[in-house]
């Protein structure tokens, strides 16, 4: 029971650990093309 729980441990840091390093790079946008402000209404968008 302890290898099936360790492997399946291993198995999520090894996808979780590139996808977050992913996460923060594509987050650091240095020169945008475009910039879009929306603002969420309860019942509409605007």
């Given at each position: 029971?302890?290898?099936?729980?360790?492997?399946?441990?291993i198995?999520?840091?090894?996808?979780?650990?590139?996808s977050?390093?992913?996460?923060?790079?594509?987050?650091?946008s240095?020169?945008?093309?475009?910039?879009?402000?929306?603002?969420?209404?309860?019942?509409?968008?605007?």
């Amino acid at each position: 029971e302890i290898i099936w729980t360790l492997l399946t441990v291993i198995t999520l840091i090894f996808i979780a650990l590139p996808s977050l390093r992913l996460l923060y790079l594509l987050n650091e946008s240095v020169d945008p093309l475009i910039t879009m402000k929306t603002i969420g209404h309860q019942s509409y968008w605007s």
